[in-house]
């Protein structure tokens, strides 16, 4: 990665703003028609984290795999 692993911590934390405020949005949009509640932002945060929680390591593993190849 060299030098350019210095960016890596910020660039996660833009990605996770932005990816809670694209699903706070989607969800107003479709929370309407399912018949739930508007999820706030501080709630889409909550939710962005959980699915990156189960997400990065299903990633990990995938990368690992393919990279042993």
Do not use: D
Request: hydrophobic share 65%; with cysteine.
């Amino acid at each position: 990665m060299g030098c350019m692993a210095i960016f890596a911590i910020p660039s996660a934390g833009v990605s996770f703003f932005f990816s809670a405020w694209v699903l706070m949005l989607f969800a107003g949009v479709i929370n309407p028609w399912l018949g739930l509640k508007t999820v706030s932002y501080v709630e889409a945060m909550v939710i962005t984290i959980a699915l990156w929680i189960v997400v990065a390591p299903l990633v990990a593993a995938v990368a690992g795999s393919r990279r042993r190849r």
